[in-house]
């Protein structure tokens, strides 16, 4: 059973730094794109980076060059720091990715749980 696990969340003040991580488990063939949304109370969860397999990358306009979007794939790892931090960037975080599975090798999206990133003016 393939899980993704998110860490790193928390509380910071304004203008400070958070990294945070997804890892997968379990028993797969290959990750492809992999992305970090975020849904805030009340809202729709939206992208805020993602990444191919191959490294290339996209951001939303709102955190282009604050955060920073990464991956390991010898570790099957996510990552995201975030940098320079506003009170709007307040939301649950979530990690996605495309992973191969089963005999067939099918693609199947998988979502991790979420972790909470607070921030505070």
């Known amino acids: 059973q393939v899980q993704l696990v998110e860490s790193g969340g928390g509380l910071v003040q304004a203008g400070g730094s958070l990294r945070l991580s997804c890892a997968a488990s379990?028993?797969?063939?290959?990750?492809?794109?992999m992305g970090w949304y975020r849904q805030a109370p009340g809202k729709q969860r939206d992208l805020v980076a993602a990444?191919?397999?191959?490294?290339?990358?996209n951001y939303a306009d709102s955190v282009k060059g604050r955060f920073t979007i990464s991956r390991d794939n010898a570790k099957n790892t996510l990552y995201l720091q975030m940098t320079s931090l506003k009170p709007e960037d307040t939301a649950v975080y979530y990690c996605?990715?495309?992973?191969?599975?089963?005999?067939?090798?099918?693609?199947?999206?998988?979502w991790g749980q979420g972790t909470q990133v607070t921030v505070s003016s």
């Open positions: 996605k990715a495309d992973l191969r599975v089963g005999f067939n090798q099918r693609e199947y999206t998988y």
């Open positions: 379990g028993t797969f063939f290959s990750i492809n794109a």
């Open positions: 990444s191919t397999r191959g490294g290339a990358t």
